[in-house]
């Protein structure tokens, strides 16, 4: 293996970051800083945590895998999600910063709900807690899916085997460092991956002969590739644009806002956030685009990328570039599966401790125990991602659709309203969250209209969400003044 520079440089990677897990261990004193990370982050590693918190290993293999297919129609979803990104920092980062310390000090998106609606009875915290594990184990699959298909092709091993090995990568420093060796390896993963997705397009292009060649090279193959509608119809455009609405209800990517040091940092972190965004998601479009080109021109490596189309970025960084720069490229697929994975093992994590053995078994359990409880419940989870991964035909951007439409539906209404409107109470985000998850689970069984489920998902949990708040008795005084107070601080700045 050490013969081999790629994997020299991808193995080096992967020992920094566990070195990263180790140096973050020495700040985490307590729980909270296990899952929360104090709310010490500043703008630059919020933002960049956020992006790369949000960015799985399907903006290296799935996105790029689908553009190589079916043309530049792909990239909708891309447009879909830089405006929810957007959207996402204007309307509730700032909001959920505040609210999650005002509502006692919240650590979790079900702790938020049980205190923003004094849910005496426990039932959001049950339910919000159920649609976390459900969706979250599915969506940590198709990260661990995504870093054996890397270590199967870099370390030329059965993918059983990468199964393992790569999940382990991300499992130890998690385990260590708890969400400070998660948000401080993303801000490294995050520029890493930036470079990678704006260098890899420029040299693909430069093999084709510049960029008007590299067009016309895939306007050759296909003239529909070059086309934004082609294939599409009014309903495939808004289920790829649908995506942005995933944003709300992420809570991978909302425990970055609550984690944020104040509220005075977002606006920068907002900026960076996007412009991070735009460089990523254009780069990961750009190189499913030109690589069409590239192996329509390379027939004798094209063999290399047609048994599964999601590995063209892997093949072009093994290809074009010297090995040691294949190696960085190649550890930026992993800096993608692993920040992700690493963040929604950690969500999982502190549901499972603060949710249900801290809010149903052991109230009174110390901060030692819960911090050990919750590295326990890291390595519970991962073992039940690596058991759903298990098939070698996984897609990864198949998994990672279905559950972000779980979150999105299910808890992106909740939050949204719940941060604008006083009027909401505790049975409209039961209601919201129940329709939201259930009509996720039925449409996508069903696939009507071929409408993505995240679509009336968001649009009948939203209805739930007022007409069961209307129907119902509206909140109490001290719910209102806590909602007046979250306004005056936003306002504030």
Same mark, same amino acid.
């Given at each position: 293996?050490?013969?081999?520079?790629?994997?020299?440089?991808?193995?080096?990677y992967m020992i920094l970051m566990v070195v990263l897990g180790f140096v973050a261990w020495r700040y985490t004193r307590n729980f909270n800083d296990y899952i929360l990370g104090g709310r010490s982050l500043g703008g630059i590693v919020t933002a960049l945590s956020v992006g790369a918190s949000d960015m799985s290993g399907w903006?290296?293999?799935?996105?790029?895998?689908?553009?190589?297919?079916?043309?530049?129609? %792909?990239?909708?979803?891309?447009?879909?999600?830089?405006?929810?990104?957007?959207?996402?920092?204007?309307?509730?980062?700032?909001?959920?910063?505040?609210?999650?310390?005002?509502?006692? +000090?919240?650590?979790?998106?079900?702790?938020?709900?049980?205190?923003?609606?004094?849910?005496?009875?426990?039932?959001?915290?049950?339910?919000?807690?159920?649609?976390?594990?459900?969706?979250?184990?599915i969506y940590c699959a198709s990260g661990v899916v995504a870093g054996a298909r890397l270590f199967e092709n870099t370390f030329d091993m059965s993918y059983d085997r990468a199964l393992w090995i790569g999940a382990a990568a991300t499992i130890v420093y998690v385990f260590i460092g708890g969400f400070l060796a998660v948000s401080?390896?993303?801000?490294?993963?995050?520029?890493?991956?930036?470079?990678?997705?704006?260098?890899?397009?420029?040299?693909?292009?430069?093999?084709?002969?510049?960029?008007?060649?590299?067009?016309?090279?895939?306007?050759?193959?296909d003239p529909n590739m070059v086309n934004m509608l082609s294939h599409q119809t009014f309903i495939g455009v808004l289920s790829l644009v649908a995506w942005g609405l995933g944003y709300f209800g992420q809570p991978h990517i909302l425990v970055r806002f609550m984690a944020a040091r104040s509220i005075k940092v977002i606006p920068?972190?907002?900026?960076?956030?996007?412009?991070?965004?735009?460089?990523?998601?254009?780069?990961? &479009?750009?190189?499913?685009?030109?690589?069409?080109?590239?192996?329509?021109?390379?027939?004798?490596?094209?063999?290399?990328?047609?048994? +599964?189309? %999601?590995? &063209?970025?892997?093949?072009?960084? *093994?290809?074009?570039?010297?090995?040691?720069?294949?190696?960085?490229?190649?550890?930026?697929?992993?800096?993608?599966?692993?920040?992700?994975?690493?963040?929604?093992?950690?969500?999982?994590?502190?549901?499972?401790?603060?949710?249900?053995?801290?809010?149903?078994?052991?109230?009174?359990? +110390? *901060?030692?125990?819960?911090?050990?409880?919750?590295?326990?419940?890291?390595?519970?989870?991962?073992?039940?991602?690596?058991?759903?991964?298990?098939?070698?035909?996984?897609?990864?951007?198949?998994?990672?659709?279905?559950?972000?439409?779980?979150?999105?539906?299910?808890?992106?209404? &909740?939050?949204?309203?719940?941060?604008?409107?006083?009027?909401? +109470?505790?049975?409209?985000?039961?209601?919201?969250?129940?329709?939201?998850?259930?009509?996720?689970?039925?449409?996508?069984?069903?696939?009507?209209?071929?409408?993505?489920?995240?679509?009336?998902?968001?649009?009948?949990?939203?209805?739930?969400?007022?007409?069961?708040?209307?129907?119902?008795?509206?909140?109490?005084?001290?719910?209102?003044?806590?909602? %007046?107070?979250?306004?005056?601080?936003?306002?504030?700045?």
């Open positions: 293996m050490f013969s081999n520079p790629t994997a020299v440089t991808f193995t080096g903006l290296l293999m799935g996105l790029p895998g689908a553009v190589f297919l079916s043309g530049i129609s %792909e990239s909708w979803i891309a447009i879909g999600l830089t405006f929810g990104t957007f959207l996402n920092w204007k309307f509730v980062a700032a909001r959920l910063r505040v609210y999650t310390e005002v509502s006692h +000090n919240a650590l979790t998106l079900p702790d938020f709900f049980t205190h923003r609606f004094k849910d005496d009875t426990r039932v959001l915290r049950i339910l919000a807690a159920v649609v976390i594990l459900v969706f979250f184990t401080w390896t993303d801000t490294f993963q995050a520029s890493l991956m930036c470079v990678a997705l704006v260098v890899t397009p420029i040299v693909v292009m430069n093999d084709l002969g510049g960029f008007s060649s590299a067009v016309e090279q895939v306007r050759a193959i920068r972190a907002c900026r960076i956030s996007l412009v991070w965004m735009i460089f990523c998601l254009g780069g990961a &479009v750009s190189v499913g685009f030109f690589g069409s080109a590239y192996f329509a021109a390379h027939v004798d490596q094209a063999a290399l990328v047609t048994e +599964n189309h %999601e590995r &063209v970025f892997i093949v072009l960084s *093994q290809v074009l570039f010297n090995p040691w720069i294949g190696g960085i490229l190649m550890a930026a697929i992993l800096a993608a599966v692993m920040s992700t994975l690493s963040c929604q093992l950690l969500v999982c994590s502190s549901t499972l401790t603060q949710d249900f053995y801290r809010g149903f078994l052991r109230p009174k359990a +110390n *901060q030692w125990e819960l911090l050990w409880f919750g590295r326990m419940m890291v390595l519970l989870i991962s073992f039940v991602s690596i058991f759903i991964a298990m098939d070698p035909q996984s897609l990864v951007l198949s998994l990672v659709s279905y559950a972000w439409a779980g979150f999105g539906a299910a808890f992106g209404p &909740v939050i949204l309203i719940s941060l604008w409107w006083k009027r909401m +109470n505790k049975y409209g985000a039961m209601a919201g969250m129940f329709v939201g998850a259930a009509t996720v689970l039925i449409w996508h069984q069903f696939n009507w209209f071929g409408l993505y489920e995240i679509v009336p998902g968001f649009v009948f949990a939203s209805i739930a969400i007022f007409a069961a708040s209307l129907l119902t008795k509206e909140p109490d005084e001290e719910i209102c003044e806590t909602f %007046e107070r979250v306004e005056a601080e936003v306002k504030a700045g």
